[in-house]
């Protein structure tokens, strides 16, 4: 039976306009980076490069496949939430905005089944967007730009990858972006489960991930022993993946506390659907 | 002996201080047309919601085919179909697909065959591949009647079926929960405010008023045609009292208006009485005392 509505849950998804409106916006987004990066690309990364120049000779392709999906998954990880939000948010509220929830809750399946069924298509539709993304950034952008080392400038100075050590660090970074945007997803269908409109629930969650964002960079001493455990502060964590040497102890806490939210959100979700009243 | 199929005792919900529904019981017994009767904000609609697990009662049991909805929920509703309310399906969906989505769950067989068969059962063969967006209210009425039946109930319950369709669409949903009814021998039970309504389908019957059930029992019986409240209107209705001191159930209304409770037989003879005292009886409205008290009820 859980199958059977998970697979209802996929039909659903796949066919409201809304569901695709992610996809787009991703793929015309990627577009007009890739485009501005053709046209205006070499100043670019001149004017970022320009402090190094007198002590470091840049030799070769900087200006590859692998910086623009670097550059990518950075601009974008910020706009994912939102775009996730966005059919996630809806998966209950939705139903009840519909009053379609009357003929499912009257089915005999659980609850709980149906919350699990929403959440798994909800997941699946969270990692086909990032897959979409990683494709588009990283495949697409090396077919564009080519390939060569990567060159990151983070908070510890310039680090640069070999582009043969670089496809296993995408990887593994979007396995930590997707449980960041997991944890979006888990937030939104949690606050889904106490409306019944479906704008509610996707601008709660982008205020509340504004709020901790807010939260996690205001550099006030208050906020010193919260910080570290908001979802929040561990969403650019796949950005852990592209230093050298991996932060191993900082990308595991990350991936605690990441699934430790989302099975807080998960276990309200499931006690606050079960105890719901129907009446929309 | 008839299996009670539905065995609601002493059920109530309140909403904080606010009591939908106070005291409500119901015993509907297998190939029942059941009729849930009530005003507007009576407690039908809460009372279903309960009975269907949409709403937690607050105090009373709930057993649907022996089992209780509280602890065996799913054994309960996998015998059942029903629309609640009114049938809201997604829009962007076909009629087909929408059906196969709620068979699914339900454990029908969702098959194109089965689920074509379902729709040309409920008048929609044709439509199948419409979206809903474009159905009227009685088609998705309808869709609804079709997706009730998908997984074979034994039972199905309509919430205010005939709300906001059309005098044909009445008509055409009326016969086709008869059709359920004789055809598929399938116990139904249906809430209205409309007391014709109900007669016109329902076997037995119960009625709602501020959270409490009142009355219940056969739709013959409540609503016996020997037992009617007759209103006369006559040239003087305190003379007219004096020559029907006979008769008991008299009540005078104004100057020239009085009801009595009579026998259908009797009507002719209280007439003939006032006519040979030289009293004119202008009228003769008569009403049963079912449909009194429920008018009284509703205030209508």
Request: aromatic share 8%; charged share 15%; proline share 3%.
């Amino acid at each position: 039976m859980f199958l059977n509505n998970t697979y209802n849950e996929f039909i659903k998804i796949a066919a409201k306009p809304r569901s695709y409106i992610s996809i787009a916006a991703i793929t015309l987004l990627v577009g007009i980076i890739f485009f501005a990066m053709k046209i205006d690309g070499p100043g670019y990364i001149s004017f970022i490069t320009a402090s190094f120049e007198q002590t470091l000779n840049f030799q070769g392709n900087i200006m590859n496949g692998n910086l623009m999906a670097f550059i990518i998954l950075q601009m974008l990880i910020v706009q994912i939430p939102l775009l996730v939000a966005l059919v996630t948010g809806d998966l209950i509220s939705g139903e009840a905005a519909m009053g379609t929830i009357r003929m499912l809750l009257t089915k005999p399946i659980s609850r709980t089944s149906i919350l699990l069924s929403k959440y798994t298509a909800g997941l699946i539709y969270t990692f086909f967007i990032l897959v979409w993304m990683g494709f588009l950034s990283v495949v697409v952008g090396n077919w564009v730009f080519g390939n060569g080392d990567l060159m990151v400038l983070n908070s510890d100075g310039l680090v640069i990858l070999p582009a043969n050590d670089i496809i296993w660090r995408f990887m593994s970074g979007f396995v930590i972006a997707f449980l960041a945007l997991a944890t979006v997803a888990t937030l939104s269908i949690m606050l889904s489960c106490f409306s019944d409109n479906s704008i509610g629930p996707i601008v709660t969650t982008m205020s509340i991930i504004i709020l901790f964002t807010i939260i996690g960079t205001l550099d006030v001493p208050v906020f010193d022993n919260i910080r570290p455990y908001l979802f929040t502060t561990h969403m650019a964590a796949w950005r852990s993946f592209f230093e050298n040497p991996l932060p191993i102890a900082s990308i595991k806490q990350s991936i605690l506390i990441l699934i430790a939210h989302i099975g807080v959100f998960l276990s309200i979700a499931i006690y606050q659907f079960n105890k719901k009243d129907i009446l929309s | 002996m008839e299996q009670s199929i539905i065995s609601i005792s002493h059920l109530a919900k309140n909403y904080g201080s606010f009591q939908a529904v106070k005291d409500v019981n119901i015993n509907v017994q297998q190939g029942d047309v059941y009729g849930i009767l009530g005003p507007n904000g009576a407690g039908k609609s809460t009372t279903i919601r309960c009975m269907l697990s949409l709403i937690k009662p607050s105090a009373g049991s709930i057993s649907l085919f022996g089992h209780n909805i509280k602890t065996h929920r799913k054994e309960a509703l996998s015998k059942i179909g029903c629309i609640v309310e009114k049938p809201d399906f997604y829009k962007y969906l076909s009629a087909e697909t929408n059906l196969a989505i709620f068979g699914r769950i339900a454990g029908a067989d969702v098959s194109k065959k089965n689920l074509h068969k379902m729709l040309s059962f409920v008048g929609l063969q044709g439509r199948e591949k419409d979206k809903v967006s474009g159905f009227s209210h009685g088609m998705k009425q309808r869709l609804g009647i079709a997706q009730t039946l998908l997984h074979d109930p034994d039972l199905i319950v309509l919430d205010e079926p005939t709300t906001g369709l059309d005098p044909q669409g009445i008509i055409d949903i009326r016969n086709l929960i008869l059709n359920l009814k004789n055809e598929f021998q399938k116990t139904i039970v249906l809430s209205s405010h409309i007391l014709s309504e109900i007669e016109l389908i329902a076997n037995r019957m119960v009625i709602i008023n501020k959270g409490t059930s009142l009355v219940e029992g056969s739709v013959q019986a409540l609503l016996n045609q020997e037992d009617l409240l007759v209103l006369f209107e006559v040239a003087d209705s305190k003379a007219a009292l004096n020559i029907l001191s006979g008769y008991k159930n008299v009540q005078l209304t104004d100057s020239q208006h009085f009801e009595i409770s009579l026998g259908k037989n009797e009507i002719p003879n209280c007439i003939a009485t006032l006519q040979q005292a030289g009293i004119l009886v202008y009228g003769v409205e008569t009403k049963r005392k079912l449909e009194d008290y429920f008018l009284k009820l509703t205030n209508a």
